[in-house]
């Protein structure tokens, strides 16, 4: 079934390091690709997405592209921010109506 | 606008006690409804999703039951807790310009003693 392989955490960074966070998927079909974050003690707000093959999504500095070829959707940043501070899930969506996420990255910046 | 209301947000129940979660959407009608928990370490697990009235999917053999008794009210339930049920539970609504995302309630933490 669909799925998604997220990197495991914890992440720490200083402020202003560049972070990569390493997500692949395993789906059948042509699913959309998400980016959610968790700011604590919250639920996710969506951060971007990408719905098509070499789409680009972006927000708030993050960026992350559909690569169909490697099946991947890994999040970056150029700089990050002590307020980045959370978990970052990647998710998929296929054909149904199911969205599965991946497992979470916890992302610690430091001043 | 469309809004997401979970309750409560924190919970602790002894073990073999009932559960009652409720969530409600304000905004929208027919939504896809969802239930996740999250559980330390375990990332984002569905547990439920409803395409509509009465219409219940199950992702996981559990302890848990859903309910959706009316279109834009979600219930997550159990007849006795165990343990292994504490966690932060998610309830969440599709939509978007093309229903292509979800849309999440702020969570209840529960715990189980």
């Known amino acids: 079934g669909d799925s998604v392989t997220q990197m495991e955490g914890p992440v720490t960074l200083s402020e202003e390091a560049f972070l990569t966070i390493n997500c692949t998927y395993t789906?059948?079909?042509?699913?959309?690709l998400f980016w959610y974050v968790q700011y604590p003690g919250e639920g996710l707000q969506l951060l971007l997405k990408a719905t098509k093959a070499d789409d680009k999504g972006s927000n708030k500095g993050f960026e992350a592209t559909y690569r169909k070829e490697t099946t991947s959707f890994h999040l970056e940043k150029g700089s990050v921010q002590v307020s980045d501070s959370a978990v970052y899930f990647c998710a998929l969506s296929g054909g149904g109506n199911q969205f599965y996420f991946g497992t979470g990255t916890s992302l610690t910046v430091i001043p | 606008s469309q809004t997401i209301h979970q309750w409560p947000a924190t919970l602790v129940q002894p073990v073999g006690s009932p559960l009652s979660l409720e969530c409600t959407v304000e905004?929208?009608?027919?939504?896809?409804l969802y239930w996740y928990r999250q559980a330390a370490g375990r990332g984002l697990q569905l547990l439920f999703y409803?395409?509509?009235?009465?219409?219940i999917s199950s992702e996981v053999p559990q302890n848990l039951s859903a309910s959706r008794p009316q279109d834009r009210q979600f219930i997550l339930s159990s007849k006795k807790l165990l343990l292994s049920d504490s966690g932060f539970y998610l309830c969440a609504w599709r939509g978007g310009q093309s229903n292509e995302k979800l849309f999440f309630g702020s969570g209840t933490q529960l715990s189980v003693l």
């Open positions: 789906a059948t079909g042509y699913p959309s």
């Open positions: 409803s395409v509509g009235i009465g219409q």
């Open positions: 905004g929208t009608s027919n939504p896809n």
